[in-house]
């Protein structure tokens, strides 16, 4: 089984977040990780290959900045070798590019299986995987929470909103993880010290097989702004009996929720 | 030029989501003096035309074929495109869901048009139109533009109203594609089909770890149940094993934004409020009286969840 696992590192959950003078996101104060859901694509890259006895998982991730820190935290879980497709060289990259730069780098590559996130929680977009999957025109199943691979074919549970479908697909694909795909692994001390001694290959965008002056982003950023912060809330006081009363009544007339 | 709106819906019946998207569609192009057509794909959907009928539609795409019975990634893809082909629409439009998170970044690449999704806000500027998103977890928000021919939106869900404007639509039936495929949907289950939907219901009841085990969510289903709410989780809650993980609400969990969220037991981490800070009116009870959900809600009210949702569920009866 070769797997193909594409990263993105992200902000950490709890990071603040604040704008530059020029109105930019300020990254100078976060911590950065790698996309939560991304460590459940890695867990099941890991667990198909142990089941399959054999095989690669390569982990690639196109950024403007140095993703390492995802990348590491995915070698230190057991990925056998890591990319970094540098986009350095282009101001603005958005999932179409990125897109295109991934399957730049995976065209003429033979893998099984491309594994993503359902989605990255900074730019909360679910955008990648299925502009992936359309630029390398194989079939995708997005938001996975179980899978099963036997002859060749993947049985996978795809969660919709109330409950879930299941879609038979062919290898090679593409698959998006979602929570409850499996657990994945906390790496050992001496893991994560392992990893940090592998290297990270460092591949230029426009030497991974697409050519810059052909591809530009299909949308733009006018700007970013900051959300009114909610009005503070107010705290009832009294006997629950009469709290609670209140409450209904301010819900029913007041606000007309029910 | 028009806009295109794709319709979802379950079964024949519109989803309010759609109808949401179908009203957006349908302001946006009398601002900017384009029509509207919305695309339906399924079999069996007689009653539909006449559902999107209500929400002032100029023409309604019909792609009808037994094979289109459930969604299928490849053949909705397909007959969206085909129609896409046909009309060439300024804008597609669609409710920000596991359908539109699936097929239209797909076809938005096959189509090469820029695609903003979960989209809570879209003005006119001029010529152009300008996107609003959450990002970061709702910790910001950008403003973006489209610069492709066709341009591709999700909206989020509760996001934007539903209102009706009634007109007589065309209705145009589609010789359906049906591509072959490497993947096929064998069936759908939505055992949590009975409620309202989570990410569409106007009132959301939330449980967290403070319900102290998986029985307490039977209290979080009663009160629910009574308020015609959809039931969420806090993440501790799920990985407890008291609640399904799709319940769970939060950063890696559903975005919500309901007009009413009732959050028992939970603590208000940011993580669980990037799910649902965006509610139009937060309640929570809380037995800590630092708990941070306390700081963002609207109502808060310090005390055990034991004690206190039973009196709201006696008042809501209508015996206390
Ligand atoms: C990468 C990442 C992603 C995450 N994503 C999510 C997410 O999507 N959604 C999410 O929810 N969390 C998420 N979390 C977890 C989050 O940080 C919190 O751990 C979690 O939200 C806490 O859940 P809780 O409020 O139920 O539990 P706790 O924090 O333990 O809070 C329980 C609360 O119940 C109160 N309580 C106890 N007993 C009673 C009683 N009898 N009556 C009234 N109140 C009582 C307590 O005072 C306390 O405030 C994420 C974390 C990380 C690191
Ligand atoms: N720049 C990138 N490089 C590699 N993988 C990415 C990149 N952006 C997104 N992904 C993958 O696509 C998933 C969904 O991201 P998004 O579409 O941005 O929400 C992520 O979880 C990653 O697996």
């Known amino acids: 089984m070769n797997i193909v696992v594409c990263i993105k590192q992200t902000f950490d959950s709890e990071a603040r977040i604040q704008l530059t003078s020029e109105g930019s996101i300020d990254e100078s104060l976060v911590k950065f990780v790698i996309n939560p859901f991304d460590e459940y694509a890695v867990e099941e890259a890991l667990l198909l290959k142990e089941g399959a006895g054999g095989g690669e998982v390569t982990l690639i991730s196109a950024d403007r900045r140095d993703p390492s820190v995802a990348l590491r935290q995915g070698l230190a879980m057991g990925a056998d070798r890591a990319v970094w497709l540098d986009c350095n060289k282009i101001p603005f990259v958005d999932h179409h590019v990125y897109a295109q730069a991934l399957a730049g780098w995976l065209r003429g590559r033979s893998f099984d299986?491309?594994?993503?996130?359902?989605?990255?929680?900074?730019?909360?977009?679910?955008?990648?995987?299925?502009?992936?999957?359309?630029?390398?025109?194989?079939?995708?199943?997005?938001?996975?929470?179980q899978l099963r691979i036997e002859n060749g074919r993947m049985l996978a549970k795809r969660d919709i909103e109330g409950g879930f479908e299941m879609v038979e697909v062919e290898l090679p694909c593409l698959v998006s993880a979602q929570k409850g795909l499996n657990i994945p692994r906390y790496p050992s001390l001496r893991k994560i010290m392992e990893a940090k001694r592998k290297t990270v290959e460092r591949i230029e965008i426009d030497r991974s097989g697409i050519s810059l002056s052909e591809i530009n982003p299909f949308v733009e950023i006018e700007e970013y702004m900051l959300p009114s912060a909610r009005t503070a809330g107010r705290i009832l006081e009294g006997d629950h009996q009469t709290i609670v009363a209140g409450l209904l009544r301010m819900l029913h007339e007041e606000r007309r929720i029910f | 030029m028009s806009i295109l709106v794709f319709a979802e819906h379950r079964g024949g019946i519109l989803?309010?989501?759609?109808?949401?998207?179908?009203?957006?569609?349908?302001?946006?192009?009398?601002?900017?003096?384009?029509?509207?057509?919305?695309?339906?794909?399924?079999?069996?959907?007689?009653?539909?035309?006449?559902?999107?009928?209500?929400?002032?539609?100029?023409?309604?795409?019909?792609?009808?074929?037994?094979?289109?019975?459930?969604?299928?990634?490849?053949?909705?893809?397909?007959?969206?495109?085909?129609?896409?082909?046909?009309?060439?629409?300024?804008v597609v439009m669609m409710a920000n869901s596991a359908i539109s998170r699936d097929m239209a970044p797909l076809v938005a690449e096959r189509i090469g048009a820029g695609l903003v999704p979960d989209c809570v806000e879209i003005t006119?500027?001029?010529?152009?139109?300008?996107?609003?998103?959450?990002?970061?977890?709702?910790?910001?928000?950008?403003?973006?533009?489209?610069?492709?021919?066709?341009?591709?939106?999700?909206?989020?869900?509760?996001?934007?109203?539903?209102?009706?404007?009634?007109?007589?639509?065309?209705?145009?039936?589609?010789?359906?594609?049906?591509?072959?495929?490497?993947a096929k949907t064998v069936c759908v289950d939505l055992p949590e089909g009975q409620g309202p939907e989570l990410t569409?219901?106007?009132?959301?009841?939330?449980?967290?770890?403070?319900?102290?085990?998986?029985?307490?969510?039977?209290?979080?289903?009663?009160?629910?149940?009574?308020?015609?709410?959809?039931?969420?989780?806090?993440?501790?809650?799920?990985?407890?094993?008291?609640?399904?993980?799709?319940?769970?609400?939060?950063?890696?969990?559903?975005?919500?934004?309901?007009?009413?969220?009732?959050?028992?037991?939970?603590?208000?981490?940011?993580?669980?409020?990037?799910?649902?800070?965006t509610s139009k009116c937060i309640v929570a009870v809380n037995k800590d009286p630092e708990a941070n959900i306390l700081k963002v809600a609207d109502y808060g009210i310090v005390g055990d969840l034991y004690e206190v949702v039973p009196i709201m569920i006696k008042k809501l009866k209508g015996n206390g």
């Not at chain 2, 601002?31 to 399924?42: C, E, R, S």
């Not at chain 2, 500027?125 to 489209?146: C, D, H, I, N, Q």
């Not at chain 2, 015609?228 to 950063?251: E, I, K």
């Open chain 1, 113 to 145: 299986l491309v594994l993503c996130g359902k989605m990255a929680i900074d730019d909360g977009a679910s955008e990648l995987p299925s502009r992936l999957a359309g630029v390398l025109n194989i079939p995708q199943v997005t938001t996975v929470s």
């Open chain 2, 124 to 182: 006119l500027k001029g010529e152009k139109l300008s996107y609003t998103r959450p990002v970061f977890a709702g910790k910001a928000l950008v403003r973006m533009r489209v610069n492709t021919p066709i341009e591709f939106v999700t909206l989020r869900p509760n996001a934007f109203p539903a209102v009706e404007s009634p007109t007589l639509p065309r209705v145009k039936q589609i010789k359906a594609a049906v591509p072959d495929s490497g």
């Open chain 2, 200 to 277: 569409e219901a106007d009132v959301i009841v939330s449980g967290g770890r403070g319900l102290g085990d998986a029985d307490g969510f039977a209290l979080v289903r009663e009160l629910a149940g009574l308020l015609d709410a959809a039931v969420g989780a806090s993440r501790s809650a799920v990985d407890a094993g008291w609640a399904g993980h799709r319940m769970q609400v939060g950063q890696t969990g559903n975005v919500v934004s309901p007009k009413l969220y009732i959050a028992l037991g939970i603590s208000g981490a940011i993580q669980h409020i990037a799910g649902m800070g």
């Open chain 2, 15 to 90: 989803r309010k989501a759609a109808k949401e998207a179908l009203s957006k569609g349908r302001t946006l192009a009398e601002q900017m003096g384009l029509k509207v057509a919305a695309l339906i794909i399924g079999s069996d959907m007689g009653g539909l035309p006449e559902q999107i009928s209500k929400y002032g539609v100029d023409d309604v795409y019909v792609a009808d074929d037994q094979s289109l019975a459930i969604y299928q990634t490849e053949s909705y893809a397909a007959n969206l495109q085909l129609v896409i082909k046909e009309m060439n629409p300024k």
